[in-house]
């Protein structure tokens, strides 16, 4: 039986366990002289069905965690010491032929006997595994059910079991949360340190020039490497900036209209259409960006006698604003309209305008979802890879002029990390750098935005 039919089958075993559960609950409130229930029917029935489902759900995950190590053992025991093979990387050729027969992977010519009858005995051991596992797991969700079925009585607290049982989950799911939150902070601050130690951290944050790629020979110019990041994020501001320009205005603007001033009918058609453009590829962005947007700036540009690029920053950063303005406008609009009425009814019980409601009263007072908003936007804007690559190039120009190439540190991250690479060397290890850099930066720009959100709370309070 394959796991995904076992899952199900338990899953169907948890709906009628809950369905039982009710039943048996609804059967004890109807008794004659019964007792009345502690808690509705239905979190007798979400107890039942967690009886039922969780430990043996529980025993799937286990089972497979452990059975293919120990399944994998069984089967290669003796064709290691058989062949004369000692090394463990030897053993993991011979364990990865063995897996690549299990799955009809077959790329050599002529297969191993031994490894052919390994490969024989894995899958019978997989399918008693299976089989059992089964058994198991359904007898733990029978039994389960059949016992919490006859605890079921009036006084007993179903609802403050289930209330319990929820905040374990909701603690698990945070805690795993942060847990994965540490482990790629810890990943990347790890390689980080690794690069510092080949690189000064003085060269890398307040270096001019950024070039990572190593030098064959020693008398080469730039031998160990140019890696300051100064021209990368320099770059990234720049980009982020033109974009943030475009979307920030645009899109709280047209939130204020559609929140404030649009007819409920136009607001029904327009929204989903703005909407629509958060749903586009990225890829379809660069490639605007690279065939219609570039060349337009290119020729705007030599008619005006400016020299400009044929990949520049204004392009990258016009196009990827286009993109971000549905980020700022949906969520600013959203936020607006969570303003209550009475603020606007007793603003205009003032003698405020509309206009002077829409500024004193109904901004400030969503101030914190309009901020939340563009810090998703500019979070987007400097995670932005695609248009870059195709629009603004590779090029890490110290620049701020916009009709110019650079690039961004994601771009840089992207082109490290591409193919086969050895994690030792300091054009490698400049990614995990790069990327440490990139969090310090967006980690910064939230806080300083947490500190202007609670300072205008206060005042406005």
Known sequence: ??????????????????????RRAVALAQRPSAARLHSRPGYYGVLAGVWCGLPALLIVAVWHLAADPLLTRMAMNGVAAAKGVVSPDQVDLLVNDMRNLVAGNVVMHEVDPLIQAAADQYIGLQRLSDLALATVALATALAGVSLFLGRIR???????????IVKIVLTLCSTFAVFVTVGIVLSVLFESIRFFQQISPADFLFGLKWSPQMAIRADQAGSSGSFGAIPVLAGTFLISG???????????MSAIYLSEYASSRFRAVVKPLLEILAGVPTVVYGFFAALVVAPAIRNLGGLAGLPV??????????????MIIPFVSSLSDDVINAVPQSLRDGSYGLGATKSETIKLVILPAALPGIVGSILLAVSRAIGETMIVVMAAGLAANLTFNPLQAVTTVTVQIVTLLVGDQEFDSPKTLAAFALGMLLFAVTLALNVAALYVVRKYREEYE
Do not use: H, K
């Open 309 to 322: 690029a044929s990949e520049s920053a204004l392009a990258a950063g016009l196009v990827m604003g286009i």
């Open 154 to 164: 009036p006084a007993l607290r179903a609802r403050n079991q289930v209330e319990r």
């Open 242 to 252: 033109i974009a943030m320009a475009i979307a920030v205005p645009l899109g709280l």
């Open 1 to 22: 039986m394959s796991s995904s039919l076992l899952i199900a089958l338990i899953l169907l075993l948890s709906s009628l366990a809950y369905w039982l559960g009710c």
